[in-house]
């Protein structure tokens, strides 16, 4: 547990001294940029835990396994199907450790370029939407985000970019969001689900079409077996059709506290929909993606694989919380900043000793 507090005290300290050394900058949504050179330590602090980390988390030894295959390929042209060979499921992430095999065998490297990428583009997105950024820096590992990326690194690597690519759905861009997403379905082919889901969040929060989104879910979660029926022939020809038989003998759903800490922000938010709107009116986005995040999660209740789906929404929860602590009167807004350190803080002390698998932590320099 030792690694947990420093960890958390590096990142929580160091990003309110960048807070607290920044500056007015009126040209992004929060008016205020924190500074760009203390910010880099409680990043580096993210990688390098991650980075040196040594058979930890469930995942950990299906990477290596992953990465000594990639390996094997004898160009990068096979991985992706030129000449007779059969392109590689999700070819780009396979190239990837295709070229790092060549600076070494070493997997290690791997969990650090990964942990390097995904933390980077989390960081400046961080860096520049959330306010207070020190509390939406916390919220990163308060919400638990942090550990369950050790798992899942290819896709949590994906939603990182996408997490970044956020500026595109604020400012309109479907263009360029549409091409980072068909580069990101290369390294994780569940990535294209959110070029629909595009045009479902650019709108105002609380609208017709999300409340019917959210019936459709509700019916999906009670009506699961029928539901069920319908998913698995669009999962038949996905990166997750091995799940198959998973789903249809039945596994342990998302804990109900977990569902709980997604929904409780959206309940605030819907109460405070106008003070958030006299902030920032493209919060709705931001909503609309907790809102997605928050539905796969119901349905996770019946199987934890639609968690899967949660990774591209829960990340934005990271910009809505903070917000909160604004737009109230100061005291109102000192308390309830106290009240999501404390609450967070307990959700995730509670969850590293049996989730993910993070504990006990080793490092590179104890194998």
């Known amino acids: 547990m030792t690694i947990y507090f420093v960890n958390l005290g590096v990142v929580f300290v160091w990003s309110w001294f960048a807070k607290m ?33 040594y058979k930890v988390g469930t995942d950990y030894h299906t990477y290596m396994l992953l990465y000594e295959l990639a390996g094997k390929h004898e160009s990068i042209w096979e ?7 059969k392109a590689t499921t999700d070819p780009g992430f396979t190239a990837f450790l295709w070229i790092l095999n060549k600076v070494t065998a070493d997997p290690q490297i791997m969990f650090a370029s990964v942990a390097c990428i995904t933390y980077i583009f989390i960081v400046k997105t961080l860096y520049d939407y959330g306010r207070p950024f020190e509390l939406s820096m916390f919220l990163f590992i308060g919400m638990f985000h942090y550990y369950a990326s050790f798992n899942g690194i290819r896709q949590y690597m994906v939603a990182a970019i996408l997490f970044w690519a956020v500026r595109f759905i604020i400012n309109g861009n479907f263009l360029r969001y549409t091409v980072i997403v068909l580069i990101c379905s290369m390294f994780h082919s569940s990535a294209l689900i959110m070029i629909p889901i595009y045009f479902v ?13 959210t ?30 038989d998973w789903l249809t003998k ?6 109900i506290i977990k569902i709980a800490v997604l929904f409780l922000p959206l309940l605030l938010a819907f109460f405070s929909r ?10 709705d986005y931001i909503v609309n993606l907790c ?29 809505l919380v903070p917000y909160f602590v604004r737009i109230y009167e100061p005291k109102s807004n000192a308390l309830l900043y106290v009240l999501i350190v404390i609450c967070y803080f307990f959700y995730s002390f509670s969850l590293i000793p049996f989730d993910s698998a993070v504990l006990p932590y080793r490092t590179i320099f104890e194998r």
């Open 21 to 53: 050394y920044g500056r007015e900058d009126l040209s992004v949504p929060t008016g205020y940029r924190p500074n760009p050179l203390i910010a880099v330590v409680p990043l580096a602090s993210l990688m390098i835990v991650a980075g040196l980390r």
């Open 79 to 85: 991985i992706f199907g030129f000449g007779s060979a």
């Open 201 to 213: 969040v650019r709108r105002k929060a609380w609208s017709p079409v999300l409340w019917f989104l």
């Open 215 to 244: 019936f459709l879910f509700l019916g999906g979660t009670f009506l699961y077996q029928k539901f069920l029926s319908v998913f698995l022939v669009v999962l038949e020809n996905s990166s997750y059709g091995h799940y198959e």
């Open 250 to 255: 039945g596994s342990n759903g998302m804990n």
């Open 274 to 283: 106008h003070q958030l709107r006299q902030r920032w009116p493209e919060i």
């Open 291 to 319: 809102l997605i995040g928050f539905l796969f999660g119901l349905l996770a209740t019946k199987d934890v694989i639609f968690a899967r789906f949660n990774i591209y929404f829960g990340l934005y929860q990271m910009i």
